[in-house]
Nanobody, 121 residues
């Protein structure tokens, strides 16, 4: 069974940092792009960052310069380093794997269950 399991969420003060990690099991994601999305209460799930199989990264404008996505192909993991966190970053963060356009939610085939990030102001 294919699983993506996120970890590293929690409560942090504004200006602080968290590092999210996503571990894949059940298969290798060779050839897959990996992405992070987030969803705040009452809002649509939105793109945060992605890294392609070719190691090209893309970050949403709202997090550019503060968040950094990376992947370890050998370990089958993808991380999201989040610095200078703001209250508006509070959301459930989801890891995903897919082969299509990285900013398009529907292009992802596999999703994790999500991890809560809460930033207190």
């Amino acid at each position: 069974q294919v699983q993506l399991i996120e970890s590293g969420g929690g409560l942090v003060q504004a200006g602080g940092s968290l590092r999210l990690s996503c571990a894949a099991s059940g298969r290798t994601f060779s050839g897959y792009n990996m992405g992070w999305f987030r969803q705040a209460p009452g809002k649509e799930r939105e793109f945060v960052a992605a890294i392609t199989w070719g190691n090209i990264t893309l970050h949403a404008n709202s997090v550019k310069g503060r968040f950094t996505i990376s992947r370890d192909i050998a370990k089958n993991t993808v991380d999201l380093q989040m610095n200078s966190l703001k209250a508006e970053d509070s959301a459930v963060y989801f890891c995903a794997a897919g082969r299509g356009p990285v900013v398009v939610r529907s292009s992802y085939d596999y999703w994790g269950q999500g991890t809560q990030v809460t930033v207190s102001s």
